[in-house]
Antibody
Framework: EVQLVESGGVLEQPGGSLRLSCAASGFTFSSYSMNWVRQAPGKGLEWVAYISGSSSTIYYADSVRGRFTISRDNAKNSLFLQMNSLRAEDTAVYYC??????????????WGKGTTVTVSS | DIQMTQSPSSLSASVGDRVIITCRTSQRIRSYLNWYQQRPGKAPKVLIYAASSLLSGVPSRFNGSGSETEFTLTISSLQLEDFATYYCQQSYSSPYTFGQGTELEI
């Protein structure tokens, strides 16, 4: 079964750091690009970051660029999001999502259940 | 960055109704537009990719159309399980922005 399981979400103070993980199973992890998407309480979806299968291509949302770092370990079938200089507005459920590349498009076809990050003093 | 404008933000409807959700983009994106459904407390689920391609297993009452800057998601005959929030998302260029969502209510 294809599965993504996020972990690492906790209550953290403003200015602090956190590392989220996403464990992938049931597919050849290195063959797929991956994303982080977040959802603040009662709000819509916000795309956060993208990483290609080989880690050669990485993109970030403007709201997190310079503070967050996406990475992956293909040997361990794992995706990470290092979050530094946390702000209250980073409070959200964080989802990892697989990117399926098709001709002329890509979409996120498999999602984890999410992990909750709360930034508060 | 490509701005997404989704409308309406919420919609009240009944079982059997036909509903249309619109997504407009600030730049031309060809057919790089996807639609997701999210039920409360659940992760999003992709319904349509490349503007009009229905994912396997998604009921045929869901239909996507459009290109460049204007796109629509039509649900032809609402079922109880369709009451959820719908998001468009552009995959043309980073940042891969989502629309603000359309909450479909009974």
């Amino acid at each position: 079964e294809v599965q993504l399981v996020e972990s690492g979400g906790v209550l953290e103070q403003p200015g602090g750091s956190l590392r989220l993980s996403c464990a992938a199973s049931g597919f050849t992890f290195s063959s797929y690009s991956m994303n982080w998407v977040r959802q603040a309480p009662g709000k819509g979806l916000e795309w956060v970051a993208y990483i290609s299968g080989s880690s050669s291509t990485i993109y970030y949302a403007d709201s997190v660029r310079g503070r967050f770092t996406i990475s992956r370990d293909n040997a361990k079938n794992s995706l990470f999001l290092q979050m530094n200089s946390l702000r209250a507005e980073d409070t959200a459920v964080y989802y990892c999502a697989r990117a399926l590349l098709v001709p002329a498009n890509y979409y996120m076809d498999v999602w984890g259940k999410g992990t909750t990050v709360t930034v508060s003093s | 960055d490509i701005q997404m404008t989704q409308s309406p933000s919420s919609l009240s409807a009944s079982v059997g109704d036909r509903v249309i959700i619109t997504c407009r983009t600030s730049q031309r994106i060809r057919s790089y537009l996807n639609w997701y459904q999210q039920r409360p407390g659940k992760a999003p689920k992709v319904l349509i990719y490349a503007a009009s391609s229905l994912l396997s297993g998604v009921p045929s009452r869901f239909n996507g159309s459009g290109s460049e800057t204007e796109f629509t998601l039509t649900i032809s005959s609402l079922q109880l399980e369709d009451f959820a929030t719908y998001y468009c998302q552009q995959s043309y260029s980073s940042p891969y922005t989502f629309g603000q969502g359309t909450e479909l209510e009974i």
